[in-house]
């Protein structure tokens, strides 16, 4: 069979990926479940150092779900044809930029968003003002084990996995289906709702579509979207300091609705330029097969 004639995502369905999802995210919870029923694991049902562990466990058994249910079909995932390779002349500065501004779009993005929605439901804003990436001493039993495996999920499995699942695989399915302009439209919505950010990762999801398709390469989005995650990390860690209570946390948020309006107004332009600058024509050709020298879709 000739390399522009494998289409495996004939055989990767979106549906597929989802109901991968949940089974091996039920699996695991049982798994987890009967050890601690058992007392054969070393850690409480509700020790917060499960959740990075069961985040990687999940998102790294549906990529290898994904690459063993295409190869059992016979169009098995070409991963160099996916991957793409490393652009020689990347611009760093501007991939840099780039993330910048995108990262100042998505905080705008939240800021503004998260403020309307304190009016309705305060009470989910304020759970989600006090939530934070890394834990202190008083929050965990081993601090330290537990903010290394967070960094680890955050900076390397979600970027690389992440990436797989929605530019991989759902861009390229979805692409072949309805073409691929709705196909960047969708799996960005879906990052987005997943990620409970709509318009900031929305964009976000938008813009590392974009940089796939122009650079061929998906480990240009990966390397992005961990730069991306190391800078929220960073502003975690510098920020990280106990409030005196819920109420002065959301006062004080409402209070910085300017900061939110600042960095939509500093971010949008020069994202925007670069997503109309990049946006691709309709039967573009998906990076998979112009990585294989294919001159169109195959059918």
Known sequence: MAAC????????KARLVVATFFAIFIGWLMVLGTL???ELLPLEGDDPILAPILYSLIFLG??????????????????????????????????LWLVAGVFLFSLGAFQVSYLGLSIVA????????????????????????????????VLVVAPITEEFIFRG????????????????????????VLHSNLIGLFVFGVVMSLLYLSTRSLLVPMAAHAINNAIAS???VLSNQPTANTIDTLAEFRASWWLGVLCLLVSA???LRYVVYHWPKHRALLPYFANQGCRRHPE
């Open 169 to 192: 695989v759902l861009l390229h399915r979805w692409g072949m289906k309805w073409g691929v302009r709705p196909a960047i439209v969708l799996t960005s919505v879906l990052f987005g």
């Open 5 to 12: 004639d494998n289409n495996p995502f004939l055989v990767l």
């Open 234 to 236: 960073g502003i975690d």
């Open 269 to 271: 332009p020069w994202v």
């Open 122 to 153: 305060p009470g989910l804003v304020e759970a989600t003002l006090r939530q934070s990436l890394l834990l202190s001493a008083d929050q965990a039993t081993d601090p330290s084990l537990y903010n290394g495996l967070m960094l680890f999920s």
């Open 62 to 95: 549906l990529c290898g779900s994904i690459l063993l249910a295409a190869r059992r079909s016979g169009l098995p995932l070409n991963l160099a044809a996916l991957l793409g390779s490393w652009p020689r002349r990347l611009a760093w500065v501007q991939l």
């Open 36 to 38: 601690g029923a058992l």
